[in-house]
């Protein structure tokens, strides 16, 4: 009977595909757009890949050979009638990844031009029957493994050197054998095991390793073979004559140096410049009154020296290694036996050179290369010191210290005193690297032109503030930095110390002293040494950088500097240095236990850094204002401008005395202490001629002895 409706599709269907091509067979079902397709019918799929072909199977070290599918690739598939076949073609050309089983010693990679081919390269000999194995993959298939070997470098010949060469009879002349590989290079085997110099008539040039000496009888010129033979290296298959070997004529002739200076020159070459042998005479020596400059540099600077004996028979003979070469004074320069010259330390020299009995001298001059120059050093205190790596554009030059921080029992007992961290950083540069003036100089920018101010930026990575003593004696305040203090202010490294002019009052004296760790070292009360401590009164027995404050009524300005010497070159220093604020005894009075002196140095810091204010009118006023500025009020001001600062001052000086002074009274009674009053008030008066240009100083009677 007739089918049902669906039933007679699916038969025209079936008929459909068996009238069509393979080709659209697979098509269809491959399709995924709503088309014609069987579900029995899947798509071709790569089973197979093609044979790799290499150019050359084996290979020496150095050498390289290219690698690709030769062969078709293999592809399964399903025909018309559903039943599964296998078919040949070409393999795709994307997605090819080349694999070598030994990558240490044959590595394989796409080429550059055509990824579709792979370049092995020899980089050691793989082991015995067991080659690298060269394969493909397409899409997870790979290929069957194509064997490469590689074999030690081989050599297609040997050169010896220097050629033809006319030796003086008793000097000597090394030979070199460079055996030349089939890969393009070459490797000097003249050392080598397997290598080895004869010459033709021992009597006349004899021969020890590779260097060749001249009978010093030889009374007519007489010429030799010298030859050379190696194993070292592997000859390639294709060289017929084995062992591998070269030869050269050498002429031995007699010859006596001339006469005069210009027998035997001490001159210097390039390393490995240095002629071979002899040759034609070249002259007169070479500016021999000018001292061989060398640098004393980390590593160590060599320059190789080169001795030429003139002869009589016109020619000029490299005798460097026939001479004996010594310095005077010892200690500056080593020089080899081939005449390569070392310096080792700084000063001048001289090389003398003797040759039988010919000699020959040459000065020599060694110097630093790392040089200091004056902006190589920052001073700055570690409690201003920023985050930021130290450099001289960022190092602080104002601090403050509290004299009265740490007094704990009443003013100017002296049991403790207030100190401050000073620190001193510094780098060197080269000589080629210091302008006219001697500062040093770098490129703000790479490729820009060095400048002074691209060196101040420079982090300076040597801390220098708290050195060991220089040997020998091993004396703690020889320690190559010197730190010193002035009544004062640092006003830069072209200006160094303004010192104020009173000068018995040092407000911060400063340390200068090698002590580790760099802690507190201060002695008994009363100034006296004592077996546990140092004199309280000597600054140069306290650690090196440490300002320190005793208990003082008076507001004092100190020029704290630090010298630092070159350890290369002891004739070499530079200094720099900091103004520190001594901040009066009155501040703990004023801001009760917690003072310690921030709040007034916080405040007068940004002062002193702006340059139209200026230190030599600041300086006049605040010594004027003394211990009579609450720092609450300046730090009310907000750092304004002097003028600001000036009438704000004189508007609110009786409110801002009046506390300190009846604080003094109250507190303080003591009569040793009246004349102190004295002297603040008349430092309130001193301060109003400054702002107003009245007032005057107030005579204060000398304070009676104590009971």
Not at 12 to 23: G, I, K, M, N, Y
């Amino acid at each position: 009977g007739p089918l049902p409706p669906n039933e007679t599709d699916t038969m025209r269907t079936l008929s459909l595909l068996r009238a069509l091509p393979v080709a659209a067979v697979l098509f269809l079902a491959a399709c995924g757009d709503g088309s014609l397709r069987s579900p029995d019918l899947p798509p071709e799929r790569l089973i197979g890949v093609g044979a790799v072909s290499c150019l050359q199977g084996s290979i020496s070290v150095g050498e390289s050979t290219t690698c690709r599918l030769t062969a078709a690739c293999t592809y399964e598939g399903v025909d018309a009638e559903g039943s599964r076949i296998t078919r040949t073609g070409d393999c795709p050309t994307d997605g090819l990844t080349f694999t070598s089983s030994n990558p240490g010693a044959a590595p394989i990679v796409p080429d550059l031009q055509n990824p579709n081919i792979g370049v092995v390269t020899g980089t050691q000999p793989t082991p015995v029957n067991a080659p690298a194995l060269i394969t493909v993959t397409i899409d997870g298939t790979t290929s069957q493994p194509t064997p490469i070997t590689v074999t030690p470098a081989c050599a297609q010949s040997l050169t010896i050197s220097p050629l033809n060469q006319t030796l003086v009879a008793g000097l000597g002349l090394n030979y070199t054998a460079t055996a030349n590989l089939r890969n393009g290079t070459t490797v000097d085997v003249t050392s080598r095991a397997g290598t080895t110099f004869t010459s033709s008539n021992p009597a006349v040039a004899s021969i020890a390793a590779n260097r060749v000496t001249a009978a010093s009888n030889v009374a007519a010129p007489t010429t030799v073979t010298i030859s050379v033979t190696t194993t070292a290296v592997p000859a390639c298959e294709n060289v017929t004559s084995l062992p591998l070997g070269a030869t050269t004529s050498l002429t031995v002739r007699p010859a006596q140096i001339i006469a005069g200076v210009d027998g035997l020159c001490i001159e210097t070459v390039a390393p490995g410049a240095e002629f071979q042998g002899c040759r034609t005479d070249t002259g007169a020596c070479q500016t021999p009154n000018a001292p061989i400059a060398f640098l004393l540099s980390n590593p160590p600077q060599s320059r190789q020296l080169q001795v030429r004996g003139r002869f009589d028979d016109g020619r000029e003979c490299n005798v460097t290694v026939e001479s004996t070469l010594t310095t005077n004074p010892t200690g500056r320069l080593t020089i080899n036996d081939n005449g390569l010259a070392t310096a080792v330390g700084q000063g001048a020299t001289q090389i003398r050179a003797e040759l039988g009995t010919r000699s020959a001298t040459r000065n020599a001059a060694i110097n630093v290369n790392q040089a200091l120059g004056n902006n190589s050093l920052a001073v700055f205190s570690q409690k201003r010191r920023s985050a930021d790596p130290v450099s001289y554009d960022n190092s602080s030059k104002f601090a403050c210290v509290g004299a009265n921080d740490l007094v704990v029992n009443g003013l100017g007992n002296r049991t403790k005193r207030g100190f401050l961290a000073l620190n001193a950083f510094s780098k060197t540069c080269t000589t080629a690297q210091l302008d006219a003036n001697g500062n040093c100089t770098a490129p703000l920018e790479e490729g820009a032109e060095p400048t002074v101010e691209g060196f101040d930026r420079v982090e300076l990575t040597d801390d220098v503030t708290n050195l060991p003593p220089v040997p020998p004696g091993n004396d703690p305040l020889n320690d190559r930095i010197v730190w010193k203090s002035v009544p004062g202010y640092w006003n830069g490294r072209e200006a160094g110390c303004v010192q104020s002019g009173d000068a018995g009052d040092t407000p911060a004296p400063v340390g200068d002293r090698f002590i580790t760790p760099r802690a507190l070292q201060f002695g008994p009360a009363d100034g006296e040494p004592d077996p546990d401590g140092f004199p309280i009164n000597d600054p140069t027995l306290q650690p090196n950088g440490l300002a320190y404050a005793d208990a003082a009524i008076r507001l004092g300005f100190s020029c704290v500097t630090a010298t630092y010497t070159n350890p290369q070159d002891s004739t070499q220093t530079v200094t720099d240095g900091m103004t520190v604020l001594v901040l009066p005894a009155t501040n703990d009075v004023l801001l009760g236990a917690s003072g310690d002196g921030e709040a007034l140095c916080e405040t007068l810091e940004p002062l002193f850094s702006n340059p139209l204010l200026g230190l030599l009118e600041l300086t006049p006023v605040l010594n004027g204002i003394t211990s009579n500025l609450n720092p609450t009020l300046l730090r009310s001001l907000d750092v304004l401008p002097l003028d600001q600062i000036t009438t704000l001052v004189v508007n609110g000086l009786s409110p801002v005395t009046a506390p300190l002074i009846n604080a003094l009274d109250q507190f303080l009674v003591d009569p040793v202490l009246e004349p102190v009053v004295c002297q603040i008030t008349g430092a309130v008066n001193g301060l109003l001629g400054i702002l107003t240009g009245g007032g005057g100083d107030q005579e204060c009677t000398t304070a009676p002895p104590a009971p």
